[in-house]
């Protein structure tokens, strides 16, 4: 063996991909992005993703139902969740190949009393879903999307400031020139959650009672078209996001900018391979999960045991005895999520020989957790190598990856949950810059390779 075949040296994409394979790529970020558009909440993700499943086979899931190796089905989990599966030739007892995601991105959340009118102007009171940095969301245009359940149990959807000529919405941020108390803060003292209030108009209904002329300006307006009073604002979720359309960035076109990256870019990596998958060894199961910015909890996030039932109804389906704890033993899950992306902008948080990179391929997360792998899956050395021997088997190009320097910071993902449940488990997932921001970037082949990856998985025997 050569010495420079005794170094690891890690491969960017560009070096290496053909011509044909530059085409795939840009083909399928294409339908990436358009995805990505019209998602921009759980529920739009799931909506869109049933949608597109429906297209090439996928049948909603009834109990009573036979199903046989090649069946195509889906579990729609209150509308908030997605479990679509594949039916192997081999029985369920013997494992199957699982992908999860999220499809749940940070946000504000309106509160359940929103509306309000202060000094003639007309806001909404919010109380932000995971972890965001509150002072990316100020100055910049919004979006509002949600659902509503009205008083006689009819459902309104509401998207408002993503068409050409609809309003946008906005925080308002405090003049430079007034600034002088505000720059001694720090940036969680400057900007507080309670200040995330959303401007919505100004101007006064001139029949409405003294001081409530704008409230009830926006009250009749919403009203009129959506049939939605003030009270039905207690039984909805509506949710504040940004306006931003999703676009190419970079002169040469070759990475993807907009919000929801995290986690819809792998979401939409192993929905694309399950889609196209027809006559599986093992059953292949893809996961669209919600809540796993807020800990994964409810009856919409993975720990849910929405999960185990319809694995258990598949089992039925399949006229098998039920057996979950054998089939998750033989089970094999990537929890397809985000890493954080090298950015030269900020080198001193990373630790670069461990950083993934963009353009470098699916990164590989052996751990995540923080402090000491504190809430970490840590996937065994034997899980790794089964995931590096497949990834080299179906081309895939990809790299390891460390979310920050030790004791800078780190996150979590579904991974452990999953583990938890005695599935060996592992993280991947495409590399982000500014993650958790209103407005994040993504290299293109990186999204490609994600997407194969989740191929690889799937074909898996």
Same mark, same amino acid.
């Given at each position: ?130 972890? /965001? ?14 659902? !509503? ?68 300006? /926006? ?36 990475? /993807? ?29 893809? /996961? ?90 840590? !996937? ?82």
């Amino acid at each position: 063996m050569e010495s420079k075949d005794l170094f690891y040296k890690q491969q960017n994409i560009f070096e290496t991909i053909s011509e044909d394979e530059k085409k795939a790529s840009d083909a399928y970020c294409e339908d990436y992005m358009a995805y990505l558009q019209v998602s921009k909440t759980e529920r739009e993700a799931v909506r869109e993703a049933i949608k597109l499943a429906e297209k090439e086979g996928f049948v909603e899931f009834k109990k009573g139902m036979s199903l046989k190796a090649g069946d195509k089905v889906y579990k729609n989990v209150y509308g908030k969740a997605l479990y679509l599966a594949v039916i192997g030739k081999q029985p369920l007892v013997s494992g199957m190949n699982i992908a999860g995601a999220h499809v749940d991105s940070p946000r504000l959340d309106l509160k359940q009393l929103p509306v309000y009118e202060d000094s003639e102007l007309a806001l909404l009171k919010t109380h932000y879903y995971g972890g /965001i940095r509150k002072y990316q969301w100020v100055a910049t245009p919004l979006a509002l999307h949600g659902t !509503a359940v009205l008083a006689d149990g009819s459902v309104i959807d509401v998207a408002i400031g993503e068409d050409d000529g609809e309003p946008k919405f906005v925080i308002t941020d405090l003049l430079p020139h007034l600034a002088r108390n505000q720059r001694k803060k720090s940036l969680d003292e400057a900007f507080t959650g309670e200040d995330l209030n959303v401007l919505i108009g100004s101007e006064f209904d001139n029949d409405a009672e003294k001081g409530e002329k704008v409230k009830t300006r /926006i009250l009749k307006i919403l009203f009129e078209k959506y049939g939605i009073i003030e009270e039905d604002f207690l039984s909805a979720e509506f949710e504040i996001v940004p306006a931003a359309k999703v676009t190419d960035i970079g002169f040469d076109r070759s990475l /993807i900018g907009g919000y929801g990256h995290d986690d819809r870019v792998c979401a939409f990596a192993e929905l694309k391979a399950i889609l196209e998958e027809t006559a599986p060894e093992k059953t292949a199961f893809c /996961i669209l999960v919600d809540k796993e910015e807020v800990g994964s909890e409810g009856v919409s996030g993975m720990k849910s045991m929405a999960f185990e039932y319809f694995v258990s109804n598949l089992f039925e389906a399949c006229g098998e005895t039920k057996d979950l704890e054998e089939c998750f033993a033989n089970s094999f899950c990537i929890s397809a999520d985000v890493t954080a992306a090298y950015d030269p902008n900020f080198p001193d948080v990373f630790e670069k020989r461990n950083a993934a990179k963009a353009n470098y391929g699916v990164g590989i997360a052996k751990f995540t957790g923080s402090g000491g792998k504190s809430g970490s899956n840590d !996937a065994s050395a034997e899980v790794v190598g089964k995931i590096r021997r497949m990834f080299r088997d179906y081309g895939v190009v990809w790299q390891m990856a460390e979310l920050g320097k030790v004791d800078q910071g780190g996150g979590g993902t579904i991974a452990k949950i999953m583990a938890n449940r005695n599935i060996p488990t592992i993280d991947a997932g495409v590399p982000v810059l500014s993650m958790h921001a209103p407005f994040e970037v993504v290299s293109k082949l990186d999204c490609y390779m994600t997407y194969k990856a989740m191929k690889a998985l799937y074909a898996e025997k």
